[in-house]
């Protein structure tokens, strides 16, 4: 049996809203692996101090290339190879780099507006020495590593990038093989070793400022989960949802959305920013933000991402909303064809067991009244689909059996007609509508057609057994039927039967029909999706 899912797939452009240093699109299991293995350390508000101590790190080599805090660079090093390689200096990353340039400005008495171009020069970090984590980013090609170094004694901060390459840019791998690969270069200091061993200066955190929004890590997790819908209003079925505490200027966390449009899973307390990407948005930007999220420790945040919202359709480009406006029209038209073709597959139905039922019927009352509520659903139908030739041919049977020939034969012409002007005509129905056409000619008793045999003498009506006695004609397949999104359990199984299997996997209930070579996943009684 072939599915049909009448549903409107379109991509709407969006403009989409600028951030820094974001990411989208890479399995979040190696991105919880690694926040897993390793604690980050938030700055405080200023952007030089530490306010939340996260793992102190040790490398196991030599070549780390670092530029100091205060210049508005940062050097970018590779792991390749066994070595590590500097890729030269870029612009200082996200808030930090921007608050460098603002305090800058601030205490520039002499009321220049911009940090000066030149700073202490860059220091290389040798084999044994110590950093803080900042950030850990998991890009298409590989994970980036954020560090900084304590004030050395005069008093400056260090810090750089550290790029993990993937060995195959087209397979991303393994958690365990990319710690593998991390731990060739650099290790959790354990607090043993941190107490025996000079090392960067692990002082107590300071009071929480308005910043430090991120609860100390020794807190349980909380939860968070939500579905993802467009603007045009359906559920998204790809693409990434990430936690951020700078405004998507780096990811603390990222979860894929299902195939279902959801996404799940496990953070530190705090207040996040929540971002929505799609698979092919750039990394310096996102679609969807959703500010001031919190989640507790121990409890679970229900946080959806409902692109229709006023707030997200009023920052799109006129062109943007016209686009959507027509696609919502669309999509509009097609759940309302949807709705009446549920309506007319279930009329179909039963118009198809009273057809049968009057066939078989002992007594002419019962025959009269079965055709009867099939003409009387058919005609209300045919007005709502006036071309789906199988209600003008199962109309046609009706009016036959109530010994209607004059409408019986225009239904059937009818049914004939929409076949011969379809690029696909269906040739069941024309054969039958043509072997009933030849039989209402011969019930009338005139070749010439009923209308003919009406205009001279009427011959003496048949006896009724005459029509009685000749065989049906074989049923027609009905179309077959639907499914669409957010229908209801019982719908689907009032159409489909039981499933040959079952199964259950948290909230989502899955029928396998195996013989359809199809599955139907429901969340809360409804559907979610279609395989």
């Known amino acids: ?68 805090l205060s210049t508005i660079l940062t050097e970018s090093n590779t792991y390749k190879d066994g070595k590590i390689g ?29 940090a000066p171009a030149t700073g202490p020069p860059p220091r290389i970090l040798a084999a044994g020495e110590r950093c803080w984590i900042v950030s850990i980013t998991v890009q298409k090609d590989g994970v980036v590593f954020k560090l900084l170094t304590d004030p050395d004694d005069n008093d ?35 607090m043993e070793q941190s107490s025996a061993e000079p090392a960067p200066d692990a002082v107590a955190p300071p009071p929480p400022t308005q910043d430090n929004n991120i609860a100390p890590p020794s ?10 819908t467009g603007p045009e209003g359906a559920l998204k079925t790809s693409g990434s949802v990430s936690l951020s505490t700078d405004g998507g200027q780096t990811n603390q966390y990222i979860f894929m959305v299902s195939s279902n449009g959801s996404y799940e899973g496990q953070a530190a307390p705090g207040t996040y920013t929540v971002l929505y990407r799609e698979a092919t948005t750039p990394p310096n930007q996102f679609i969807d933000s959703i500010t001031g999220v919190q989640i507790l420790s121990g409890q679970s945040t229900a946080q959806n991402i409902d692109m229709t919202r006023s707030e997200f359709i009023n920052k799109l480009s006129p062109e943007s909303r016209r686009a959507l406006e027509d696609l919502r029209a669309r999509n509009a038209a097609a759940m309302r064809q949807n709705e009446i073709i549920k309506t007319l597959n ?3 139905r039963i118009c198809a ?13 019962t025959k009269a009244a079965k055709y009867g509520e099939v003409e009387t659903l058919l005609l209300k139908d045919t007005q709502m689909k006036p071309d789906a030739s199988i209600l003008w041919f199962q109309l046609g049977r009706a009016q036959v059996g109530l010994r209607k020939f004059a409408d019986a034969e225009s239904s059937f012409m009818r049914a004939l007609e929409l076949e011969n002007r379809s690029s696909r005509p269906n040739a069941q129905i024309q054969s039958l509508a043509n072997t009933e056409l030849g ?32 065989a049906p004609p074989p049923m027609p397949p009905a179309p077959a039927p639907t499914i669409t999104i957010g229908e209801r359990k019982t719908q689907v199984l009032s159409d489909f039967g039981e499933p040959q299997r079952k199964a259950l996997n948290g909230p989502k209930e899955i029928y396998f029909y195996t013989d359809l070579k199809m599955k139907v996943t429901f969340i809360n009684g409804k559907v979610s999706s279609i395989d």
């Not at 195959?168 to 200091?189: G, H, R």
């Not at 807190?219 to 993802?228: K, N, Q, S, T």
């Not at 067991?353 to 009352?365: I, M, N, R, T, V």
């Open 1 to 68: 049996m072939k599915r049909a899912v009448c549903l409107f797939a379109s991509a709407l452009l969006v403009s989409a809203l600028p951030c820094a240093h974001g990411q989208a699109g890479n399995p979040a299991d190696l991105q919880q692996a690694l926040n897993s293995s390793f604690r980050i350390t938030t700055m405080a508000a200023n952007h030089t101090d530490i306010a939340t101590a996260g793992d102190v790190v040790e490398l196991h080599m030599d070549g780390l290339r670092m530029s100091a």
């Open 86 to 114: 500097g890729g030269g200096a870029k612009r200082a990353w996200g808030a930090l780099g921007t608050a460098m340039l603002q305090a800058s400005a601030a205490m520039d008495t002499t009321g220049a507006t911009e």
């Open 156 to 190: 400056i901060r260090y810090h750089a990038d550290l790029k993990f390459p993937f060995p195959n840019k087209k397979q991303i791998p393994t958690a365990d093989a990319m710690l593998s690969t991390i731990a060739e270069v650099l290790s959790v200091v354990s």
């Open 219 to 228: 807190l349980p997790p909380g939860e968070i989960h939500g579905a993802v």
């Open 346 to 348: 279930a009329d179909l």
């Open 353 to 365: 067991q009273d057809l049968k039922d009057a066939d078989s019927a002992p007594d002419a009352e």
């Open 439 to 470: 039989k209402i000619h011969a019930l009338s008793g005139n070749a010439a057609g009923p209308d003919a045999a009406s205009a001279a003498a009427p011959p003496p009506p048949p006896p009724q057994r005459q029509y009685d006695t000749l």
